[in-house]
């Protein structure tokens, strides 16, 4: 035992001797080993924390830890989006079924339904905004208001209201002229044109006293579709079980209203789909330059784009000016006066918003506060508000249009990853308004449809007894036609008779009329996600029990193309480190056979005097071990500092959507894991190890003759 102890004591000594007397051999392997610990430590701490955000991000907005469907659909369900647009899935007919199964799952904790799809949104334009303050005005003043103020700010919708008549019938005037006015629509044009001459004329506006309800509606439904500035936007939405979803996804909040009532029908509006699409263009042009330049560090002086974007506020003033009424506009003037100093003091409204708008490097933080805080208060910033009843229109299964009115709750947005569109563009709409959208059956469109089948005395017949019942009997094949007057007051009072009295957007649902009825997928939350593979074989295994015919997919199959995007990036990552490797052990391989054939001598010396030949093997390989662990745990050691490094000048910034979401926040702020450490030494000592093995096996072979017979 003692001698294997001091030949052990001579092996090390002998080779800590030669890596000392080969320092510039020594110093070749060690720098290819430590650049190799270094990439490996570095690389792998970076990836392990995008995995870690990317996590985050899916499991905390939509993805939960695993998601369920319909197995018979006809794709993939991708909770984001796939490259032809939304996954058709077979909807879950009763999600209550499905919601008792899966609880019963012991690592199941909730259970959340989901429908993901897109629908059309009418978003009105300034006209309809002006007109509906107006109305409430005339509400108020028909009411008995005759205060100044009422009487003021009466005079002022008006006013606005007529001014905008001007401008669009100065506008349609410039189109009247170009268009062809002999074609189909030739006459609808005419009308379309006397329309608006009759509402810009002096008479209409003199005599609106007269007749306040009949002219608006006039102005309502005759000019307000005139105007060009509004239409339709498509908007992404999930129907879920509101209170289930924020219960669920931790990262959702409400930026800005409140929550949908609990059992209530209504609609969360994604903050960013709201901040790219439907907010004043104006005041989107300047948050879009204020992050270039304060994200990406961009510059107006030398920046083309942002320049643009300067050009554009700068002339296009009209969404603006067309909001305010003259009291506004006397506000706003007043305002932008003070805020812009007296080179601006004798400016009227436009001069201002021009200068406002007319900023360079050293004036834009100014004139973006002065927006915001002086000009934005009296504009609609948004054409969709929160307290606003939208009509959202979308195709439904049987292939024509549904449309639904939901009340506009409020924003919502998904916390440290507020500026991805991934995420972000995503609205919440309660699962019973998502049910009716579609045209799935629901409770209330069973009772409207039994209602209109009792109104016309309809009655069920079998299928085979369809032809008797049409065209049995003995009826007369002729009959007498005769002219009767129909009383369309009464029908449509027998018609607004069947209807349910109630409101359904004022109506509370039940947790069970909730769960009652279709869903198209369905996210499960673990108690343990740690268990998540044992989880998806338990809950497979309950769904084909049940026989619901249910595919389970965790949260990254769940997400499509975003979801592989770490496993993208760690197939690169390995994919260099094998190539460095692979270059590193020729290298290091070439340094050892040069270094062994200059040892020859002194190998075959070592031999003549008693050294085995395992001896000698073990010499060289804890030469080359002893080199990988040294400069592979400095390299390490640095891999660890270059991540403090990074953390410490504030993370690697998400300049883009898809890093947001990846990051799961502003910048990646990496985290130096005991794992890629490990496997920066294990990689490192395996690699000098094999790198070294067949130099030490020539060594190995060397013998005493052959030693003696080498000269210097």
Do not use: C
Not at 270 to 284: C, F, I
């Amino acid at each position: 035992m003692t001698g294997r102890r001091d030949a052990l004591l001579v092996l090390l000594r002998i080779s800590f001797r030669n890596l000392a007397a080969s320092k510039v051999r020594t110093s070749i392997i060690g720098a290819i080993v430590l650049g190799g610990a270094f990439l490996v430590v570095l690389g792998l701490s970076l990836l392990d924390s995008i995995d870690k955000g990317m996590r985050t991000s899916i499991q905390g907005s939509l993805g939960g830890q695993l998601q369920v469907y319909d197995a018979r659909s006809e794709d993939a369900l991708e909770l984001y989006g796939g490259l032809r647009g939304e996954s058709l899935l077979e909807p879950i007919e009763d999600f209550a079924k499905v919601k008792q199964v899966l609880s019963a799952v012991p690592n199941v904790e909730t259970v959340v339904p989901m429908g993901i799809d897109q629908a059309m949104v009418a978003t009105g334009n300034v006209f309809d905004v002006a007109l509906e303050r107006l109305r409430a005005d005339v509400r108020r003043v028909e009411g008995g208001d005759r205060s100044p103020e009422a009487l003021r700010g009466y005079e002022a919708r008006k006013a606005h209201v007529r001014r905008m008549v001007g401008l669009l019938r100065d506008e349609l005037g410039q189109a009247r002229s170009i268009a062809d006015l002999e074609g189909r629509d030739a006459e609808d044009r005419r009308r379309e044109w006397a329309d608006l001459t009759r509402a810009a004329d002096d008479a209409f506006w003199a005599g609106f006293d007269r007749d306040r309800y009949g002219n608006l509606e006039f102005l309502e439904n005759r000019i307000a579709k005139l105007s060009m500035d509004g239409g339709f936007t498509f908007i992404r939405y999930v129907g879920t079980d509101v209170d289930a979803f924020f219960r669920a996804f931790q990262l959702a909040q409400v930026a800005e209203g409140e929550m949908i009532p609990r059992g209530r029908r209504g609609i969360l509006v994604g903050k960013q789909y709201a901040e790219e699409w439907l907010k004043l263009r104006n005041a989107r042009r300047l948050d879009q330059i204020k992050e270039a330049r304060d994200r990406r560090g961009r510059r107006i002086a030398d920046d083309e784009e942002l320049q643009r974007w300067v050009r554009e506020n700068r002339a296009g003033l009209k969404d603006i000016l067309l909001q305010l009424d003259p009291i506004q506009a006397e506000e706003a003037t007043a305002r932008l006066r003070r805020a812009l100093g007296p080179a601006a003091a004798a400016e009227a409204l436009p001069a201002l918003l021009a200068r406002l708008f007319d900023a360079d490097d050293a004036t834009f933080d100014a004139r973006y506060r002065i927006f915001y805080d002086q000009l934005a208060p009296l504009l609609r910033l948004y054409v969709i508000n929160v307290g606003d009843t939208i009509t959202i229109k979308a195709p439904a299964k049987s292939g024509y249009f549904n449309s639904v009115n939901v009340k506009v709750y409020g924003f919502i947005q998904f916390r440290q990853i507020e500026k991805s569109g991934i995420a972000g563009m995503m609205s919440v709409m309660d699962l019973q308004s998502f049910r009716d959208l579609y045209g799935y059956m629901t409770r209330e469109r069973a009772a409207e449809i039994d209602a209109i089948k009792r109104s016309v005395g309809a009655t069920d017949l079998a299928r085979e007894d369809a032809e008797a019942a049409l065209f049995g009997g003995g009826g007369a094949l002729e009959g007498e036609s005769r002219a009767a007057r129909i009383d369309e007051g009464r029908l449509l009072a027998d018609r607004r008779a069947d209807r349910p009295a109630e409101d359904l957007s004022t109506r509370t649902y039940s947790q069970e009329e909730i769960d009652r009825g279709v869903a198209l997928n369905a996210a499960l939350i673990l108690r343990d996600p740690s268990r998540l593979r044992e989880t998806m074989r338990d809950v497979q295994a309950a769904s084909d029990r049940a026989g619901l015919h249910l595919k389970v997919i965790d949260w990254q199959q769940a997400s499509g193309l975003v979801g592989q995007f770490v496993t993208l990036l760690r197939v690169i990552l390995y994919s260099a480190v094998v190539i460095f490797f692979a270059i590193a052990l020729v290298i290091i391989n070439n340094a050892m056979v040069m270094a062994t054939l200059q040892r020859v001598k002194e190998i075959g010396t070592l031999r003549a005097i008693g050294a085995q030949r395992r001896f000698v093997l073990a010499m060289m390989l804890v030469e080359i071990a002893s080199v990988g662990l040294a400069f592979g745990l400095a390299g390490a050691g640095l891999g660890g500092l270059g991540v403090w490094a990074v953390r410490a000048a504030g993370g690697i910034p998400a300049t883009s959507d898809l890093l947001n979401f990846l990051f799961s926040g502003p910048a990646l702020m990496p985290t130096l894991g005991g794992g890629s450490v490990a496997v920066s030494i294990v990689v490192v000592v395996v690699v000098s190890v094999l790198s070294g093995f067949y130099p030490a096996l020539l060594a190995m072979r060397v013998t005493p003759v052959e030693a003696m017979a080498t000269e210097d």
